[in-house]
C-alpha cells in the first residue's frame, strides 16, 4: 500500500494513476523535487527499470503492498488460465476496487476508507476488509443509514462506470454483472509487464 504524497509516483511517470484530471501530473509530467527537468528530456529506461514502474502502477492503482501483490501474483500463477488476465481480473474484484470503479467513491483511498470504516454492505452485511473478493451476482452499497454523507457522494460522482457493474447512483449501490475482461478494465496498466518481472 502505498503512503506518502498520493501523486510523487504520477509525476514520476509522466501520467496520473489513477485518472484524476486534477493531478498535478497533468500539469508537471516530471519528476518532483530539484533534480525534476521541466526542460530536459526524460531519461531512457532500461527494460528492468520499465518492468519496475508498471509494477510500481499497478501497487498504486489498488493500493496493494508487496506482499499483497505477489500473494496475488502466485494466486493466478498456480490457477488454470492466462496468469496476467486472471491477475487483472482477482485484483479489480477487490472490494475497495470496485467501490471505487463504480463511482461510489471519489478515489480508491476513499473507498479503502470507507470499507475499513464499515460503511460497505455487501448482500446487505457489512464487509470491512478491502481485500474481499467480490462475485458475479453480489450487490455492494453504501450503508446510507449508517453514512448518509457517503451515499450523497455517491450522486454527485460521474464516473461511467465499466459495462460489468450496473449501478444505481440513486441507491448508492452496484451489482457485479460478471468477471471483468482486461481490455475493459479502465487503468492504464500493461499487466503482462508485471507478469514478466516476477517470472524473472
Known amino acids: ?23 498535478p501530473s497533468n500539469k508537471r509530467p516530471f519528476s518532483a523535487g530539484q533534480h525534476g527537468s521541466a ?18 502502477k499497478l501497487r498504486a492503482h489498488y493500493l496493494l503492498s508487496e506482499h499483497q501483490l505477489v500473494y496475488y501474483f502466485n494466486k493466478a500463477k498456480a490457477a488454470p488460465g492466462k496468469t496476467g488476465e486472471k491477475l487483472y481480473r482477482d485484483l479489480e474484484m477487490r ?5 471505487f470503479r463504480s463511482g461510489l467513491t471519489p478515489s480508491i483511498f476513499a473507498a479503502r476508507q470507507a ?25 455492494i452499497s453504501i450503508n446510507a443509514q449508517h453514512s448518509p454523507a457517503l451515499a450523497g457522494m455517491a450522486l454527485k460522482t460521474d ?14 449501490k452496484v451489482t457485479i454483472n460478471r468477471d471483468p475482461m482486461p481490455e475493459e ?4 496498466i500493461d499487466i503482462m509487464k508485471v507478469v514478466e518481472l516476477y517470472a524473472r
Open 115 to 139: 470499507v475499513l470504516h464499515r460503511h460497505i454492505l455487501v448482500d446487505g452485511k457489512i464487509v470491512n476488509r478491502a481485500s474481499f473478493n467480490v462475485k458475479p451476482g453480489m450487490v
Open 159 to 172: 464516473v461511467v462506470p465499466p459495462p460489468y457493474f450496473a449501478v444505481e447512483k440513486e441507491h448508492a
Open 1 to 23: 500500500m502505498r503512503s506518502g504524497p498520493k501523486h510523487k509516483l504520477c509525476r514520476r511517470l509522466g501520467a496520473c494513476v489513477w485518472g484524476n484530471a486534477k493531478c
Open 185 to 188: 478494465i479502465p487503468a492504464n
Open 95 to 99: 472490494l475497495a476496487s470496485v467501490v
Open 39 to 56: 526542460k530536459g528530456a526524460r531519461k531512457k529506461l532500461s527494460s528492468y527499470a520499465q518492468l519496475m514502474l508498471e509494477k510500481q
